[in-house]
């Protein structure tokens, strides 16, 4: 089936480690995005993608780290300088940044820091 | 600023009934609008899109309503059933200085069904 896999589905991390949320799709999407949802907040951006070997800056990047080596690959690491990882964690993709086209979801990452 | 506002913060509802959920925002300059529905745990799903020239949208039992004037939106579920049971987001667009589209999420309407 084609759409956007995410895992682990649950991560508890301890104190200092870093961790990496998998983002894979097979849509054949160009732009990739990580988010980021907090009780009683909205969805806010990570980092996201348009194409292979590029990736800029959300609202919310620091503490967090990705790479675009492939087009349906989009990873995120949760370093220890991110603060407050405790977080369920949203990956998306759509065909190219154009206004108006769909976005996709993934079913989440839930990240616990223990 | 911008904003998304969505009311009501929750609802509740009975099996069969209509419920109309309610999004006003504040973002500029706009290009369109698009409602999620998200179960618990679970990642969003697309609903509609509306642009600014259009004033409604439908998808099954989801009618989407845009008023680009006063900047509100409207959700409008028919004979609700219990797998309407989620939280529904309002997303609106906005195209920045450089032409990318930024989006902006509100915290969503948590709407249960009861049998």
């Known amino acids: 089936d084609g759409g956007i896999t995410q895992s682990p589905k649950y991560l508890f991390r301890k104190e200092g480690q870093n961790v990496t949320l998998s983002c894979e799709q097979n849509l054949n999407h160009d732009a990739m995005y990580w988010y980021r949802q907090d009780p009683g907040q909205g969805l806010r951006l990570i980092y996201y993608?348009?194409?292979?070997?590029?990736?800029q800056k959300g609202d919310i990047a620091e503490g967090y780290s990705v790479s675009r080596e492939k087009k349906e690959s989009f990873p995120l690491t949760v370093t220890s300088a991110q603060k407050n990882p405790t977080a369920f964690y949203l990956c998306a993709s759509r065909m190219g940044a154009i206004t108006g086209n769909t976005i996709y979801f993934g079913e989440g990452s839930w990240l616990t820091v223990v | 600023k911008n904003q998304v506002e969505q009311s009501p913060q929750s609802l509740i509802i009975l099996e069969g009934k209509n419920c109309t959920l309610q999004?006003?925002?504040?973002?500029?300059?706009?290009?369109?609008l698009r409602w999620y529905k998200q179960d618990t745990g679970r990642g969003p799903v697309s609903l509609t899109i509306m642009t600014f020239s259009e004033n409604t949208k439908s998808n099954g039992r989801y009618t989407a309503t845009l008023d680009a004037d006063t900047k509100q939106s409207s959700l409008h579920i028919t004979a609700s059933q219990l797998s309407d049971s989620a939280s529904y987001i309002c997303v609106v667009s906005a195209i920045s200085n450089f032409g990318n589209e930024k989006l902006t999420f509100g915290t969503g309407t948590r709407l249960t069904i009861i049998p």
């Open positions: 999004c006003n925002y504040t973002v500029s300059p706009f290009s369109n």
């Open positions: 993608s348009q194409i292979v070997n590029d990736f």
